[in-house]
């Protein structure tokens, strides 16, 4: 069931139809049969006396076609039109009857067309304005508005109830107040043909807003699943940067406190035994701790990805394999594709944060005086770490989980790569992503 105010809507919008049409209706009218009924009219009673059994033509003084039932007839209907279209507007009315409302609407829409016609037009003069078919017509379109209006709202077993109510009301008016001198046997026709249609558009209509609501409630319920969609992918793009975050920071800060730790709990243990190696332990702690901080700094501004952003990929490795080198006193060697095919964002970013792991990792733990930073695309993109280092034991170190070697496979998988760590002691260390 709509809401009342979408009733509302519809109701303004059949009104607007329902007066637009009586204008055209009655532009068409005036301009094209009326002086042509007029002008045939007056030959004829000029020229030839009245056929046998048929009214004499409606003539006003002078001897010209009287057009006033015409004039009553848009008049009326006119009136009422305005009348549909000050409700549909007037909203204390909508407020008073309520529920009602609707019904009230349906059946001034659909009883006024017929009452006026069956009322007025049988004072037409004789012609086209006049006959059954012409009546029918006029008729027409507000009484498939009408249908819409009930389609649109109620079930199709209202249509059909709809559809029988008009014919009965026409039925009992014809019956009641029956037409002098015409054939009545051509409007009860056309009521029953009128039905018939108005059945068989109105199953048509209901079918349609049947579907229209089905998919009215498949779009509400996929835009409820997509909202839980999009709630559980900001949810887990907060615990994706929570772990970026993680993986940053593990070799920086927890392993500067872990070196502090146990640096002042192996001072406090010297401390009544030899103050001087106390004291030289504590310094130590302090230059751990000041590294710490610029490690720390270093990580944080890292996560912008600044060099990124401004040199681009390749430069941007070339600047950190030459920092790293410049603090640590290592040597090192390039070999970057020039130039390289466009990437996404993302994965340049992969290729950026494993390159700064792996080269973080090996300053730190490797021992080693060499390393090489590969970086290929032909097809698939390929990054290569190699150092001279001392290698570990791959077995040993992917059963403890080491982090750092957590966080750059899920960096590689997130981007769609894959990435392998190829290790042995005192043989170096190869890192190799693949995307």
């Known amino acids: 069931m709509r809401t009342t105010e979408d009733s509302a809507r519809i109701l303004r919008t059949a009104a607007w139809i329902w007066l637009g049409f009586l204008f055209a209706i009655a532009l068409m009218d005036f301009a094209l049969y009326a002086p042509q009924v007029q002008r045939m009219l007056g030959e004829t009673t000029r020229v030839q006396p009245p ?24 008049t009326a209907n006119g009136l009422m039109a305005l009348l549909f279209i000050f ?78 109510i008009i014919t009965a009301f026409e039925f009992a008016l014809l019956v009641l107040n029956p037409f002098e001198n015409r054939n009545v046997t051509v409007y009860f026709f056309i009521a029953i043909i009128r039905t018939i249609s108005f059945i068989a558009v109105g199953f048509f209509i209901s079918f349609l807003v049947s579907r229209l609501r089905e998919q009215s409630e498949s779009l ?22 929570r772990n970026r975050l993680a993986r940053e920071l593990h070799d920086t800060l927890a392993h500067s406190l872990t070196a502090i730790s146990v640096s002042l709990e192996a001072a406090k243990a010297y ?35 600044s060099e990124l952003e401004d040199l681009g990929l390749s430069l941007a490795i070339k600047k950190v394999a030459e920092s790293a080198a410049s603090r640590f006193g290592l040597d090192f060697e390039l070999d970057l594709q020039d130039p390289m095919p466009s990437l996404s964002p993302d994965v340049e970013q992969t290729i950026f944060r494993v390159t700064q792991e792996a080269i973080e990792n090996l300053t730190k733990h490797s021992r080693a005086k060499k390393f090489s930073i590969r970086l290929s695309s032909h097809g698939q993109t390929t990054l290569i770490i190699a150092d001279d280092g001392v290698g570990f034991d791959m077995r040993s170190r992917e059963a403890s989980g080491h982090f750092g070697l957590v966080g750059m496979r899920e960096r590689a998988e997130l981007a769609g790569g894959t990435l392998k760590v190829k290790s042995e002691k005192d043989k170096g260390t190869q890192v190799i992503l693949t995307i």
């Open 51 to 74: 056929l046998p059994n048929q009214p004499l033509p409606n003539l006003g003084q002078g001897g010209r076609l009287n057009l006033s039932p015409v004039y009553g007839y848009y």
């Open 87 to 164: 409700f549909a507007y007037w909203k204390p009315v909508q407020e008073k009857l309520g529920a009602a409302y609707y019904s009230f609407m349906l059946a001034v829409i659909a009883a006024a067309p017929i009452v006026i016609s069956l009322s007025i037009v049988r004072r037409f003069p004789q012609g086209p304005l006049s006959s059954a078919e012409g009546m029918a017509l006029r008729q027409l379109p507000v009484l498939f508005v009408a249908l819409a209006l009930v389609a649109w709202r109620y079930r199709f077993l209202h249509v059909v109830f709809f559809s029988l």
């Open 220 to 241: 509400r319920q996929a835009n409820a699943n997509l909202t839980h969609y999009a709630s559980t992918l900001e949810q887990l793009a907060v615990s994706r940067e």
């Open 271 to 305: 401390f009544d035994i030899d103050p001087e190696q106390t004291r030289e332990m504590i310094d130590k702690s302090l230059e751990a701790t000041r590294k710490g901080v610029d490690e720390t700094r270093r990580a944080l501004k890292s996560l912008r990805s």
